[in-house]
């Protein structure tokens, strides 16, 4: 008897991939082949000389391969740590005041308008549009008190192919804009529904999150039933911590009986594994050794800790604790929806602390590529070479903190095929190529310069999901 028939593969590509790997944060390999199946995903990624034995195996045939031209590659999809959904319509305007004035002179007011599905639709709708058609295949969303319209936020998600955790956001004190908060009881409930209908609807790739929004937004108690939720239903967090100084002060003055503002969160059982807790900026080093013990996760949103002047996380601090570590766009807080502006932005708050003499050496490109999209799902990196730390260290770590470190990240065999192809002559690209430039050049000239017009198809899953379809 004859092998059973393999069935027909969805994709074979032929041409370059661009990825992070557990031996190098930007590993570049030319004249590949990559097989996806019909699950999306990956089955192969060998050199082009092994075309015949591949398609003897897999069944395929030469015209069944997409060849890229020269000036394409693919690279893995981009991950968003952190990003607030509703705050999408009034990005990239109203960032002239610090945070705690911008959240309720802009922020909560806008907010406040989500009960009203139509409004959310619109917002929602573009917001993920805008997202992949920039490369985000991955997005750790933010919504607003309104459960309904949180759960529509899943649903246009789902329906437009991308990957995402969803939260409803909880808040039970707001003095400043007091008709943006819930009840204790009505919050916890609420956020009961939220997780078990859109569990329910059984979404491929979009899961809850337990959102609590900070410490100042949030009762002790609301805090305790959040935790003991997450714990029982055994959920990913995410919240704030230490944006900026007058937060912190503020959070010591709510709360004195608890050591600082890590100690609020891990006291009631919100810093876990499954935690990811944006900017981080002023935490001590006993706070940074309690999240490296419990395995949390930070999202660095510099983007935002620029624009509303609230600090620069020193990203080298946080890795010599070995705490995971993540991008995020913060939309809109930072005034940009694309994580290639996070890249940059990474740069920028790296250099200005070498700048300042605060540290001798900062993140590489080739690093900040790593923390958009691998997110070390190898685990402990060795960082040494690059950062001259000397010791093993926990390098960005966006898919480990979101728990799909063995689902996506790179190319490697077995994950699904979430990627980006890159056209760096497409015919209104931002950027010029020279006769001189080589791959590299061509490379670093995307990430500094590109955008969303070099980003010609995007696949979640082994699905194309940029273009957009005529159905959504």
């Not at 092994?50 to 890229?68: N, P, V």
């Not at 437009?160 to 919050?187: H, I, L």
């Not at 940009?336 to 900062?362: C, F, H, P, W, Y």
């Not at 209104?428 to 198809?457: H, M, V």
Request: glycine letters at 6%; proline letters at 4%; a negative charge.
């Amino acid at each position: 008897m004859g092998s059973p028939q393999r069935p027909p593969l969805a994709h074979v590509f032929r041409g370059t991939f661009v990825h992070s790997s557990s031996s190098a944060p930007l590993e570049i390999l030319h004249g590949h082949l990559l097989g996806v199946d019909d699950n999306g995903t990956i089955v192969f990624l060998e050199q082009s000389d092994q075309q015949e034995q591949l398609a003897e195996k897999w069944g395929f045939k030469t015209s069944d391969i997409r060849q890229l031209s020269k000036h394409e590659f693919f690279m893995p999809g981009l991950v968003d740590t952190h990003i607030h959904a509703p705050q999408y319509s009034f990005t990239g305007t109203r960032v002239d005041l610090p945070l705690m004035q911008w959240l309720t002179t802009y922020t909560f007011p806008t907010e406040a308008k989500y009960q009203d599905s139509g409004f959310a639709e619109e917002v929602y709708t573009r917001v993920v549009r805008r997202t992949l058609k920039n490369g985000t295949t991955t997005a750790c969303y933010f919504a607003t008190i309104h459960t309904d319209t949180s759960l529509l936020l899943a649903e246009i998600i789902d329906k437009f192919g991308q990957r995402a955790f969803v939260g409803k956001v909880c808040m039970d004190m707001n003095d400043s804009v007091p008709q943006y908060k819930e009840f204790t009881a009505d919050s916890v409930q609420e956020t009961e529904r939220f997780v078990t209908e859109l569990l329910e609807k059984k979404y491929p790739r979009v899961q809850p999150v337990i959102t609590p929004r900070f410490g100042p937004s949030c009762t002790e108690d609301l805090l305790c039933a959040l935790g003991d939720l997450a714990q029982a239903r055994d959920l990913h967090v995410q919240s704030h911590i230490s944006e900026n100084e007058e937060e912190v002060k503020l959070v010591e003055n709510m709360f004195p009986a608890y050591k600082n503002y890590t100690d609020l969160y891990d006291k009631n059982k919100l810093l876990t594994s499954k935690t990811v807790m944006a900017h981080a900026c002023y935490l001590s080093e006993e706070e940074l050794k309690l999240f490296s013990l419990r395995g949390a996760a930070i999202s660095h949103c510099p983007n935002s800790n620029f624009s509303l002047r609230s600090g620069v996380l020193n990203v080298r601090k946080v890795l010599e604790h070995n705490v995971k570590l993540g991008l995020g766009t913060d939309v809109a807080g930072g005034y940009s929806a694309s994580m290639l502006d996070a890249i940059r932005k990474a740069m920028m708050a790296s250099n200005s602390l070498q700048i300042n003499k605060v540290n001798e050496t900062g993140l590489t490109l080739e690093e900040a590529f790593q923390l958009a999209t691998l997110g070390g799902s190898q685990g402990l990196y060795n960082l040494s070479k690059f950062l001259k730390l000397g010791k093993k260290l926990n390098l960005m770590l966006p898919y480990q903190a979101l728990g799909l470190d063995d689902v996506i990240g790179n190319f490697e065999v077995g994950k699904e095929f979430d990627a980006l192809l890159i056209n760096t002559k497409a015919s209104d690209s931002p950027f010029d190529l020279f006769s001189a430039d080589d791959f590299e050049d061509t490379l670093q000239k995307f990430l500094y310069l590109g955008d969303d017009r070099n980003i010609s198809e995007v696949y979640v899953a082994g699905k194309q999901v940029v273009p957009f379809s005529s159905s959504v």
